[in-house]
């Protein structure tokens, strides 16, 4: 179910009050340069237009243009001659090359629409391939005619790796499932497919040297040769590399099931269902161990053409090394001092085993030590800190923290994420006539340990600053201090954990209160500290060790994915991804992002075929029975499932995080963020700005009494099926968040207020509704307390 047409999402961006650098045309990434001519128009188009291509042969690409251009428009295109004259979209390339994408193809092109036609010139296919995408952005069904607006477009990418990590061996991607993706990255000019393809619970691809693989360890889901040979060649025909992994030495529990030999202990192994760091490794000492390793980079480099090839190597648990006897003494009679030292030895072995296949090697940071050769190439999962001392010893880097889409996140957060290490521009500076408070917290989380920091607070000339420090990571500036009260102040702060927002309230000489990491609340404790405590300053590589920084990758790991509701948790939200690898760095204005997000949105579905929509549907018509699905509808607008790994972590405490754990709640089948809460929050500040702000009154009021109408029809599913009686407590919470809702909203229009009293009550209200349930969180409780805090006596 689409939102909004895709008239009314360009009609919405063309009427929108947009920030430079990025306007108002519905393009994402958002290109390098974007001029209008002062008189604006447009070229109106038929379906008599025609294509042309010269200086070099696009395939297939023009058909499946053609093809796009009567999906968006409805119509039936009319034949056209091959290469017709004075065609409505021409395209020059000038030069011919290889059809294989590698790491520096060319992908600049120029894109002009005028009176005459449209006109595109790239120097090869991989700049026409993506003015193809920004094309087909720009077709608008206006209220008389289809067009394209008058515009010239000069682009070309900030970084040259731009991926996607798609993990096929927690849970299984079918080819089709796996080539709507490629159409999706295409759209977004993504150009890496990271294919993850084996794991602890599950090999996913045959091997003629080692068939067990397939036959033990992976419950008959895995692709031949053939089918992988399938993807590469759809990927290529888009522009799009295709980079294998297969994880060495450690998360290699499916290794252990059908080769125990290999494993660095005797086991026995079974399949592995459970999710988390586990202890099979391969045993660096057995010459076996690297004949294994050289068939796979074999097999794969015969069927992957491209120029690397990721050798995993994160997350190795070493219990098995120290418990074993001949390791250990390997260990002593080579030298190496521990186990880091150990997977170095190992990974040499496989570089030159690469090398000898002519690949480099791709590897988390785990591999990244001073023996390996500076070819290699490290994606870090670990942050721009280790990302940052990569690029400072000379090492080229990939970033994919921050980018983890399958952490349920707000687009804004993964939008804010810099590639480029950030200094802290002196904000952690204490003059002399600053006035400084710091305060330690702990933190504890579902999963693990409890997280311990501090953070300070300083106030100097007029204006508030502070930084935070989570014990072991590097300094963080915090932005958008507010003191609520003399007693309370929240701030904000991105971390590897999301968009954090500490709500702390401050008795004498200790703190309360909680961290919002996402939309979820994790309470804190802590207390007033007597000095400013010195923190760890960022790794920030100088201007020219920055050009080791090649990009980066969102990932989608498949502990909480399966393939019916994969288009959910990837688009739109990886649209925003692209673009802060493709679009220069000043293009970061979150609410014009959203914006033209919308629109990208709709048009992603109707013109890729993207599923994130119908995905949807589906889930919501099996959850309702069959029935009417408006009521979920209407209810998901005020939901948004548990943010940050929490999902994950009560899964774990639950003893259900595991293979076979059920994904279909009603939050599997909730988009990362509600876009009614986001407009409702908008709605809030304007209101509570301008208590005479009329519109944003009425539209608070339609929402609250939309979501009062929908209770009884709601409550009737949760009924009708198992699967949705979870969340009967949350339809009554959310129809008593309505009425508060409405009354506030009359109360902050007609600047009325509460005693404290009331306030407080209604608070324990909007409390308790924010509690985890069933896996999500009413989303809808922040922006009533906004127009909670309005009410106060002023």
């Known amino acids: 179910m689409l939102r909004y047409s895709l008239l009314t999402a360009g009609l919405l961006l063309g009427t929108s009050a947009l920030a430079a650098p990025a306007g108002d045309l519905p393009l994402m990434p958002w290109p390098a340069s974007v001029e209008r001519p002062a008189k604006q128009g447009a070229l109106v188009l038929n379906n008599h237009l025609s294509i042309s291509v010269s200086g070099d042969d696009l395939d297939d690409a023009v058909g499946r243009l053609r093809q796009r251009i009567a999906l968006q428009t409805g119509w039936t295109l009319q034949p056209q001659a091959d290469n017709p004259p004075n065609a409505t979209i021409a395209i020059t390339i000038a030069q011919k090359v290889d059809p294989l994408p590698k790491l520096d193809s060319d992908e600049r092109y120029t894109l002009t629409i005028d009176a005459n036609g449209v006109k595109i010139a790239a120097n090869t296919r991989f700049g026409a391939l993506r003015a193809m995408e920004t094309l087909l952005q720009l077709i608008q069904n206006g209220t008389e005619n289809t067009s394209l607006p008058w515009v010239t477009i000069a682009d070309s990418p900030r970084f040259p790796w731009r991926g996607l990590l798609l993990d096929s061996a927690r849970h299984f991607v079918p080819l089709d499932d796996i080539k709507r993706q490629i159409d999706g990255m295409a759209a977004a000019k993504l150009n890496v497919l990271h294919w993850h393809l084996t794991d602890d619970q599950g090999w996913r691809f045959t091997s003629k040297r080692y068939p067990r693989l397939t036959q033990l360890a992976s419950d008959g889901l895995y692709y031949t040769d053939a089918q992988m040979r399938e993807i590469v060649r759809y990927a290529t025909a888009r522009g799009i590399r295709v980079v294998p992994e297969i994880d060495m030495p450690g998360h290699a529990s499916a290794i252990a099931v059908a ?114 050769p500076k070819s290699i190439l490290i994606q870090s999962w670990q942050g721009q800190d280790a990302l940052g001392d990569v690029a400072k010893q000379g090492y080229k880097g990939i970033l994919s923290t921050g980018f983890y889409l399958d952490q ?101 000489d200790k703190i309360s209160g909680y961290f919002l990491l996402g939309n979820v609340r994790y309470p804190i404790s802590g207390a007033r500290l007597d000095d400013v405590p010195k923190g760890i300053a960022p790794v920030v590589p100088d201007a020219s060790q920055q050009a080791n920084l090649l990009g980066g990758e969102a990932a989608l ?24 690898l493709w679009s220069a760095q000043d293009v970061n204005d979150s609410d014009n992002m959203y914006a033209r997000l919308q629109a990208i949105d709709s048009w992603s579905a109707v013109s890729v075929g993207l599923q994130q929509h119908s995905q949807q549907q589906v889930q919501f018509t099996r959850l309702a029975n069959n029935a009417d699905t408006v009521p979920l509808h209407i209810l998901a607008q005020a939901i948004e499932p548990a943010q940050y790994y929490t999902r994950q972590h009560l899964k774990f405490q639950a003893g259900n995080y595991h293979q076979f754990e059920p994904l279909n709640r009603f939050a599997d089948a909730l988009t990362a963020e509600s876009s009614t809460v986001r407009q409702m929050n908008q709605w809030a500040n304007r209101l509570v700005s301008d208590a005479e702000d009329s519109a944003s009154a009425g539209a608070l009021r339609h929402v609250f009494n939309r979501w009062q109408n929908n209770t009884s029809d709601a409550l009737a599913l949760c009924e009708s099926n198992y699967q949705l009686k979870a969340m009967k407590p949350v339809v009554q919470e959310v129809d008593k968040l309505a009425s508060i809702g409405l009354r506030l909203t009359d109360l902050v229009a007609r600047q009325g207020t509460l005693d404290d009293e009331e306030i407080a009550a209604i608070q324990r209200e909007l409390d308790n509704a924010a509690q985890v349930q069933d896996e999500v969180v009413i989303a809808a409780v922040y922006p009533l307390e906004k127009l909670l805090r309005a009410t106060a006596n002023r």
């Not at 391969?282 to 491209?306: C, N, Q, R, W």
């Not at 120290?322 to 030298?335: C, D, L, T």
């Not at 400084?436 to 106030?459: D, M, N, V």
């Open 557 to 580: 790991w498949a502990e909480n994915v399966v393939a019916p509701v994969l288009d959910i948790k990837l688009w739109p939200r990886a649209f925003a991804v692209a673009e802060r």
């Open 259 to 372: 080769y125990p030999e290999l494993l660095s202990a005797p086991g026995p192994y079974a399949m592995e269902r459970h999710w988390g760091v586990l202890k099979p490794v391969l045993d660096p000492t057995k010459p076996a161990t690297y004949a294994f390793a050289e068939a796979m980079v074999s097999e794969l480099a015969a069927i992957f053409p491209d120029a690397y090839l990721h050798i995993g190597g994160d997350e190795v648990d070493d219990t098995q090394w120290k418990n074993n006897p001949a390791i250990q003494q390997f260990m002593h009679e080579h030298q190496l001092a521990d186990s880091h030292a150990l997977q170095a030895y190992f990974n040499r072995k496989l570089e030159t085993i690469l090398e000898k296949h002519h690949r480099q090697m791709v590897g988390w940071d785990e591999i990244f030590h001073p023996d390996l």
């Open 408 to 508: 349920p996140q707000y687009t804004a957060y993964h939008y804010r994420n810099e590639i480029v290490p950030q200094g802290l521009n002196n904000v952690d500076v204490i003059a002399d006539n600053d006035s400084a408070q710091s305060w330690a917290f702990t933190l504890p989380r579902l999963k693990g340990s409890p997280l311990e920091g501090s953070f300070t607070l300083i106030k100097g000339e007029g204006k508030w600053r502070g930084f935070i420090d989570f014990k072991g990571k590097s300094r963080r500036a915090v932005q958008d201090i507010d003191w609520r009260s003399d007693r309370q102040v929240s701030f904000r702060v991105d971390t590897w954990m999301g968009e954090t927002r500490p709500v702390i309230t401050i008795n004498d």
